[in-house]
């Protein structure tokens, strides 16, 4: 597609239940990276994918939360047992493959997440 | 721990006016500075700067990297009432296999017409 797409855009759930956000990156990107957003905060890291090595998963706040990407494409970022403070926007990035160059970061809408 | 911080908070000018935002940096390993404009939702890349002293140039937007004194600027001339957001600055400074942006807060920039 023209952009990264993420859904859904808005997602309103218990506490307690699982969530799962999707990303589809920019056709081409071989690199995608998760990052949350919270209220008065900056945007924070989560998890990066680089073609098909295993995933940079040190900024992940939790055992709760995992994510996959599959067949080097969409990916999902799954959160278990929400918990109040896990309501952010959840913004999605996708770039070029980083090499000695690096790649300007793109990024989606975000999937607004609020638990009650 | 990487640190990137934006000055100022927030701005209000006038339709016309130059701005100029401020973002320094202390990070390791420090690699690329990037600047996105962030309005309803997703953050626009705007620029990446690499080397010192290089201005880059988009219209009416400009912005330049001193890696000396660890900062750089984004100027906006002739601001208009379009340009109000929220403009992030972010490091790329990896370790290992990761590429992820150390972002700082923002300058929430509002232009009165």
């Known amino acids: 597609g023209a952009g990264v797409s993420q859904s859904p855009s808005n997602k309103v759930t218990e506490k307690g239940k699982d969530v799962e956000l999707r990303c589809d990156p920019i056709s081409g990107h071989t690199a995608l990276y998760w990052y949350r957003q919270s209220l008065g905060q900056g945007l924070e890291f989560l998890i990066y994918f680089q073609g098909n090595s295993a995933p940079d998963k040190s900024g992940l706040p939790s055992d709760r939360f995992s994510a996959e990407r599959t067949g080097g494409s969409v990916s999902t970022l799954t959160i278990q047992r929400t918990q109040q403070e896990d309501s952010a926007v959840y913004l999605c990035?996708?770039?070029?493959?980083?090499?000695?160059?690096?790649?300007?970061?793109?990024f989606g809408d975000g999937t607004r997440l609020s638990i009650l | 721990e990487d640190k990137v911080v934006q000055s100022p908070l927030s701005l209000v000018v006038h339709e016309g006016d130059t701005v100029t935002l401020n973002c320094s940096y202390e990070v390791t390993n420090f690699r690329s500075l990037l600047w996105y404009k962030q309005e309803k939702k997703a953050p626009t890349f705007l620029f990446m700067l690499?080397?010192?002293?290089i201005e880059k140039k988009s219209g009416r937007l400009s912005s330049i990297l001193d890696k000396k004194e660890l900062f750089s600027i984004l100027n906006i001339t002739a601001t208009q009432t379009g340009d109000s957001a929220v403009y992030l600055c972010?490091?790329?400074?990896?370790?290992?296999?990761?590429?992820?942006?150390?972002f700082g807060s923002g300058t929430q920039l509002t232009v009165l017409p």
């Open positions: 690499t080397s010192s002293g």
């Open positions: 990035a996708s770039s070029l493959l980083p090499g000695t160059v690096d790649q300007p970061q793109h």
């Open positions: 972010a490091t790329l400074s990896p370790s290992g296999s990761a590429r992820q942006l150390t």
